[in-house]
């Protein structure tokens, strides 16, 4: 399942990741959240709607979570991402704990 983000529908844990990304990057930038593997795994999901180009960050799957916010090179990394005109979405390598 995949949504526009929305506080309510985040816990708490994953909630300071998913508004470090609202705040980085705004609108047109549009965050979304996909839930899969019945539950199991939550992604985040940074959108540029004109590109239609994305970048990923998996927050969770199974009791493993990211245990804490981007850094500043994975923020640049995002960013960069985003102006190289590239024709593949960015996944950002979890470390999951």
């Keep these: 399942m ?9 816990d708490t844990k994953s909630r300071a ?16 959240r996909r839930v899969e593997d019945f539950g199991r795994r939550e ?9 239609k180009m994305g970048v990923t960050v998996t927050m969770r799957h199974g009791t493993l979570a990211r245990p804490h916010l981007l850094n500043a090179a994975e923020i640049q990394k995002i960013r960069k991402h985003f102006k190289s005109h590239a024709t593949k979405d960015l ?4 470390n999951l704990v």
């Design 43 to 51: 992604i985040a999901a940074v959108i540029d709607p004109l590109t």
């Design 2 to 10: 995949e949504t526009i983000y929305n506080p309510k529908d985040v």
């Design 91 to 94: 996944v950002l390598s979890s």
């Design 17 to 32: 990741l998913f508004e470090q990304l609202v705040a980085e990057f705004p609108p047109p930038y549009q965050v979304w």
